[in-house]
C-alpha cells in the first residue's frame, strides 16, 4: 500500500526544536520531490519546504534559517527539524508528494508551540 506517515509533532516552548519525519511505504521517496506543507488554526494550508530528488531543498522564508529537510534513504523516510521555534509555527505539519498522477499526503502531525 502507497501511504506517507508523519509523526514527531507535539508540545514545544518558544525557542525549542522538534524533528518531525515521514516515512513512506509502497514507493522509494528518494525517487519523487516530496513537499512539507502545514496548516495553522484558521490559516490555508502552506508550502514550506521541498526535497527534490537529488537532494537539493528550497524553503519558504517564514522558515529559512530555522528548518532543514533531509531524506535517509535507507529507511526512506524524511524528516524537517525544526528549531528556533515560534508561536506562528502552530500547525498540523503533512508531508506530501504527487505518486503516479495521485496527490498523496500524510494523515498530519500536530505541533504547538506555546509555553
Known amino acids: 500500500q502507497v501511504q506517507l506517515v508523519e509523526s514527531g509533532g507535539g508540545l514545544v516552548e518558544p525557542g525549542g526544536s522538534l524533528r518531525l519525519s515521514c516515512a513512506a511505504s509502497g514507493f522509494m521517496l528518494k525517487s519523487y520531490t516530496m513537499h512539507w506543507y502545514r496548516q495553522g488554526p484558521g490559516k490555508q494550508r502552506e508550502l514550506i519546504a521541498n526535497?527534490?530528488?537529488?537532494?537539493?531543498?528550497d524553503y519558504d522564508d517564514s522558515v529559512k534559517g530555522r528548518f532543514t529537510v533531509s531524506r535517509d534513504d535507507v529507511k526512506n523516510i524524511m524528516y524537517l527539524q525544526m528549531n528556533s521555534l515560534k508561536p506562528e509555527d502552530t500547525a498540523v505539519y503533512y508531508c506530501?508528494?504527487?505518486?503516479?498522477?495521485?496527490?498523496?499526503w500524510g494523515q498530519g502531525t500536530q505541533v504547538t508551540v506555546a509555553s
Open positions: 506530501t508528494t504527487v505518486y503516479k498522477t495521485q496527490n498523496l
Open positions: 526535497i527534490f530528488s537529488d537532494g537539493v531543498s
